[in-house]
């Protein structure tokens, strides 16, 4: 069961990355995914959610409108497409599973990636 992401590095403010996240070893469409980010003596956070089908997602207040999650169930990727970042994004960005349904019974499953940098500056 792996998560590895990539596409973290180094920005100006005002510009844009790319993270991928490629998973194996579970039943990826059935998972919730989602991206989390931790910065240096701060709480891991939640940033953007997922759901199986891409019907629902979820933004964390401070990235909505700049940031877009995305997945795709025939490659087992999730993405986190970020524009516009400001100096307070700069973080590990992890890939997470949430959890997984099993018919219409969900299962809560932390899974992590390795986490990739991301860092903002001039």
């Known amino acids: 069961v792996h998560l590895v992401e990539s596409g973290g590095g180094l920005v100006q403010p005002g510009g844009s990355l790319t993270l991928s996240c490629a998973a194996s070893?579970?039943?990826?469409?059935?998972?919730?995914m989602s991206w989390y980010r931790q910065a240096p003596g701060k709480e891991r956070e939640l940033v953007a959610q997922i759901a199986v089908n891409a019907g629902d997602t979820y933004y964390k207040d401070s990235v909505a409108g700049r940031f877009s999650i995305s997945r795709d169930n025939t490659k087992n990727t999730v993405s986190l497409q970020m524009n516009r970042l400001k100096p307070e994004d700069p973080a590990v960005y992890y890939c997470?599973?949430?959890?997984?349904?099993?018919?219409?019974?969900?299962?809560?499953?932390?899974?992590w990636g390795q986490g990739t940098q991301v860092t903002v500056s001039s």
């Open positions: 070893g579970f039943t990826f469409s059935r998972s919730t």
């Open positions: 997470n599973r949430d959890g997984y349904y099993t018919g219409t019974y969900y299962t809560r499953s932390y899974l």
